[in-house]
């Protein structure tokens, strides 16, 4: 069968032929639809995120959209290896396996399944996120941050706050559900006083995409303007400013903040699943705004490379 291959370490896949995959006891084989490619589907295929099981050569991809024998139409997550989403075919635990709504074309399924999972795994499993709650979206101008501000707004936050560093990507958060935006683009000191202002007025929940020095800041500012007691719940999800902070010890002894992950291991299996079954009912409900391209399976060698952050590249099939 036609497949993505990434046949070592670092290497970017190449289009090309795979073995085929045979169903075990308890898996499905599923003609794929569509595959989308997000940072988790980039970190595991460099062999440098903590789920990545650096067998090669194998097929890349977590999740996607296709056909069972009998026709039906699925979302699936976390094919077995070394069979991945990017491919003709692929085998996957039938338990994760899940309808996709009539309302839903396979493509914007895959493309809004893996970000809009991170927020509400984040926001209804982790943070327990209660309605009129204020909740501060740190790194929001991904594909990723722009679903987050709006799955926000479904789940009942009252208020949102927005950071980014693309001005004009942070404007139009305001659109989308955005009731106060902060550019990272400023000095330390000015960014930790607004950051100060913010908190000293109540921020319940912060999803945290990018770690780094913008989250050291933070950090820091919530321990210092925060309210005495209130507990200020940290989720964080992606790493795209960097893996550590220099995080001083006062911050946790002279504060309430409550720090946890939001992904793979932190959130059983069936929790994303449920997070995903969210995000569909609510996009064929509400409707999401989403950018993604489809793209040929047989483009990946060029379209892996020039895909970004700010649009969700699908590959489709058939």
Same mark, same amino acid.
């Given at each position: 069968?036609?497949?993505?291959?990434?046949?070592?370490?670092?290497?970017?896949?190449?289009?090309?032929?795979?073995?085929?995959?045979?169903?075990?006891?308890?898996?499905?084989?599923?003609?794929?639809?569509?595959?989308?490619? =997000?940072?988790?589907?980039?970190?595991?295929?460099?062999?440098?995120?903590?789920?990545?099981?650096?067998? *090669?050569? *194998?097929?890349?991809?977590?999740?996607?959209?296709?056909?069972?024998?009998?026709?039906?139409?699925?979302?699936?997550?976390?094919?077995?290896?070394?069979?991945?989403?990017?491919?003709?075919?692929?085998?996957?635990?039938?338990?994760?396996?899940?309808?996709?709504?009539?309302?839903?074309?396979?493509?914007?399924?895959?493309?809004?399944?893996?970000?809009?999972?991170? =927020?509400?795994?984040?926001?209804?499993?982790?943070?327990?996120?209660?309605?009129?709650?204020?909740?501060?979206?740190?790194?929001?101008?991904?594909?990723?941050?722009?679903?987050?501000?709006?799955?926000?707004?479904?789940?009942?936050?009252?208020?949102?706050?927005?950071?980014?560093?693309?001005?004009?990507?942070?404007?139009?958060?305001?659109?989308?559900?955005?009731?106060?935006?902060?550019?990272?683009?400023?000095?330390?000191?000015?960014?930790?006083?607004?950051?100060?202002?913010?908190?000293?007025?109540?921020?319940?929940?912060?999803?945290?995409?990018?770690?780094?020095?913008?989250?050291?800041?933070?950090?820091?500012?919530?321990?210092?303007?925060?309210?005495?007691?209130?507990?200020?719940?940290?989720?964080?999800?992606?790493?795209?400013?960097?893996?550590?902070?220099?995080?001083?010890?006062?911050?946790?002894?002279?504060?309430?903040?409550?720090?946890?992950?939001?992904?793979?291991?932190?959130? =059983?299996?069936?929790?994303?699943?449920?997070?995903? =079954?969210?995000?569909?009912?609510?996009?064929?409900?509400?409707?999401?705004?989403?950018?993604?391209?489809?793209?040929?399976?047989?483009?990946?060698?060029?379209?892996?490379?020039?895909?970004?952050?700010?649009?969700?590249?699908?590959?489709?099939?058939?």
């Amino acid at each position: 069968m036609k497949a993505a291959i990434v046949r070592g370490a670092g290497q970017s896949p190449v289009y090309g032929d795979f073995d085929e995959p045979v169903a075990g006891e308890g898996e499905v084989r599923l003609a794929v639809t569509a595959a989308s490619v =997000s940072h988790l589907v980039k970190v595991r295929a460099a062999g440098t995120h903590y789920s990545a099981a650096n067998q *090669f050569p *194998f097929v890349p991809g977590v999740d996607g959209v296709g056909r069972r024998d009998d026709g039906s139409r699925v979302y699936f997550f976390l094919p077995r290896a070394p069979f991945g989403s990017m491919a003709e075919r692929t085998v996957v635990a039938a338990a994760q396996c899940i309808a996709v709504p009539d309302r839903l074309d396979d493509a914007t399924a895959a493309a809004i399944a893996n970000p809009g999972m991170s =927020s509400w795994a984040a926001l209804a499993e982790r943070a327990k996120l209660k309605a009129g709650e204020t909740v501060l979206v740190n790194g929001a101008t991904g594909t990723s941050g722009r679903l987050a501000v709006q799955i926000a707004k479904v789940l009942g936050a009252k208020k949102v706050i927005a950071t980014g560093r693309n001005p004009a990507s942070l404007q139009a958060l305001a659109a989308l559900g955005a009731d106060v935006t902060i550019s990272l683009l400023q000095d330390d000191a000015s960014l930790e006083r607004q950051f100060r202002e913010l908190f000293a007025d109540g921020v319940d929940v912060v999803l945290d995409y990018i770690y780094g020095k913008s989250a050291e800041t933070l950090l820091v500012a919530a321990a210092k303007a925060g309210p005495d007691g209130v507990p200020i719940r940290f989720v964080q999800i992606g790493a795209l400013s960097g893996t550590t902070v220099a995080l001083p010890a006062a911050v946790l002894r002279s504060s309430s903040i409550v720090m946890m992950g939001s992904g793979l291991g932190s959130v =059983s299996k069936a929790g994303l699943l449920a997070a995903i =079954s969210g995000v569909f009912a609510a996009a064929a409900s509400k409707g999401f705004d989403i950018a993604f391209k489809p793209v040929p399976l047989s483009e990946v060698e060029t379209a892996w490379q020039a895909d970004d952050s700010t649009s969700r590249t699908v590959f489709t099939l058939g």
